[in-house]
């Protein structure tokens, strides 16, 4: 029996309390008056109401006295449970004796669509197609009150709809589509026919098995190139992120040729077979493994003997006398006799690409970072390794944006012989107007992150973004509403897609609510949609 809970809020004479009108809200006192109607009655009416069979005649005469007080009457649209009827001589109604039921006040949730609604799908939640104050939010269909709403975006429907990437008629993975609708494997033009899944595709973002690198794009000279094959000096540790760029040097373990090393055995101290600077191998010593140790013969230079393999032994370490770390020292043997000789080509007559007389300088020569034009060089960065931008060990351009070749291997589209944008062939020879080239181009293109696969906050194939916060469609994996305004007002979807304040959610909100316990349920004080019962 809840006949004890029933006048909770009254005090002996039926009245409410004036601490409890203090505390209600204006929006509660409709709540306030079906308290005072039923608690108005007296101790006989209440008697009476719970006899409740037949229609007592206590009922009956205080119906006549008063026409039926505000609980009793019929009025406050209460559905009785059972109970005798009376008619009251006034015109009322007796009201149906119960066993102490609640008395609750109409509104937003209750499941009955009232003037003033759009909807109720019986609940005050936002998020499932009627908010909590009754609105339709987008994309939504609530025909029948009391039940849950239909969202009109369906996938696996053949059509791809607002937040949506891809629909290829199923909600099946694996298959080019994935069962959320929100991922492609690769672009799906044909809404419906299915698609062909992609295991492998450079510049998603993910290392696989046929790749040296990935750092999310295909876009050649920044460490990982179009093939998502690693550049020269560079490395790219973390898929997905920017490659970071490692100029050569005297100990890396790398012969680079280029800039004048002899060796490398991955370190830069004299005496173990390479020299400090990597310029020359040492006397008696051969390093055929790069980044390896040498292979040295142990002598006893310096003791004036000449013992095998020496092949002179002065008791000095003079590099100018003719035997220097008990080798003979002859400029144009063509042998290098570090660290006396910087060259030696056998003929040190100083032209271009040659060795100075005394074998002590390098003539001009191409990778010595000067374009010496005179002598047919386009170019001279020291290293001129012939990566996609950069110059070739001829001192020649190699494959580059500009040159007029179409280079699809470094991720190209076109190249029309400049690097101007604007004429239909961007700066970095990617075409202007297509959906893929990674450069938004409005008003047909809202997003082009150059892979446009769909996922949540990424670009979908049609250069539209595929799910995200914002649509006016929730994606349940990711968010808990989505209004497309978001803007946190009481019963709407809050920024971020999250709940904002709603009935239920265990806050007082004035001047929307009158209680709030957290729950959505009737005849426990408070009711479904917050107001006092």
């Not at 002996?12 to 109607?37: D, F, I, K, N, Q």
């Not at 400090?276 to 140790?293: I, K, L, R, Y």
Request: net charge negative; glycine share 18%; charged share 25%.
């Amino acid at each position: 029996m809840r006949r004890t809970n029933r006048c909770r809020r009254c005090d002996a004479t039926g009245a409410v309390s004036e601490g409890t009108r203090r505390m209600l809200p204006w929006g509660a006192w409709l709540a306030a008056a079906g308290l005072m109607a039923a608690c108005g009655s007296t101790t006989e009416d209440r008697a009476a109401q719970s006899a409740g069979a037949g229609g007592s005649s206590a009922a009956s005469s205080r119906g006549g006295e008063s026409g039926g007080s505000g609980r009793d009457t019929g009025d406050a649209g209460a559905e009785p449970s059972s109970g005798g009827r009376g008619t009251g001589a006034s015109g009322g109604t007796g009201g149906e004796g119960t066993g102490g039921m609640f008395w609750v006040v109409p509104g937003c949730g209750d499941g009955v669509l009232a003037s003033s609604e759009e909807c109720d799908d019986g609940n005050p939640i936002p998020g499932d197609g009627c908010n909590g104050i009754c609105e339709l939010e987008p994309h939504a269909t609530c025909d029948t009150p009391g039940a849950p709403c239909t969202i009109d975006v369906v996938c696996g429907n053949g059509v791809v709809e607002v937040g949506e990437a891809c629909d290829d008629g199923n909600t099946e993975d694996h298959d080019g589509c994935a069962g959320d609708c929100i991922h492609v494997d690769e672009s799906c033009p044909y809404p419906g026919d299915g698609c062909r899944p992609s295991l492998v595709a450079c510049g998603d973002g993910w290392l696989h098995f046929t790749e040296e690198c990935d750092d999310g794009n295909t876009l050649p000279g920044d460490g990982c190139n179009g093939l998502c094959a690693m550049e020269p000096y560079s490395r790219c540790p973390v898929p997905g992120a920017s490659c970071e760029w490692s100029l050569p040097f005297c100990g890396d373990g790398i012969v680079h040729t280029t800039v004048g090393e002899a060796c490398d055995d991955g370190n830069m101290s004299g005496g173990d077979g390479c020299a400090a600077d990597c310029s020359f191998v040492e006397p008696f010593c051969d390093c055929p493994s790069p980044g390896e140790p040498c292979d040295c013969v142990s002598t006893d230079c310096g003791d004036t003997v000449v013992d095998a393999p020496e092949e002179c032994d002065d008791g000095n370490d003079d590099p100018d006398d003719g035997c220097h770390l008990c080798s003979l020292v002859i400029c144009g043997d063509a042998i290098v006799q570090g660290p006396v000789e910087v060259c030696d080509d056998g003929v040190n007559d100083g032209s271009y690409g040659g060795c100075s007389v005394d074998c002590r300088e390098r003539a001009p020569r191409c990778g010595d970072a000067i374009v010496q034009g005179e002598y047919g060089e386009e170019c001279d960065d020291e290293w001129n390794d012939g990566s996609y931008g950069y110059c070739a060990a001829d001192c020649r351009w190699g494959p580059r944006c500009g040159d007029g070749t179409v280079d699809h291997d470094w991720g190209e589209q076109c190249d029309d012989d400049n690097t101007e944008s604007g004429d239909g062939c961007t700066s970095d020879c990617l075409r202007e107007g297509i959906c893929g080239n990674g450069i938004v181009e409005p008003p047909t293109e809202e997003c082009d992150d150059g892979i446009n696969y769909g996922g949540y906050g990424r670009c979908g194939p049609d250069c539209v973004p595929a799910a995200y916060c914002g649509n006016g469609v929730t994606e349940r994996e990711y968010e808990e509403c989505d209004d497309g305004v978001n803007a946190g007002e009481y019963g709407r979807c809050a920024p971020g897609c999250t709940l904002g304040e709603y009935c239920g959610d265990g806050r007082l909100q004035a001047p929307w609510e009158g209680c709030d316990d957290g729950g959505n349920e009737n005849f426990d004080g408070c009711s479904a949609w917050c107001q006092y019962e």
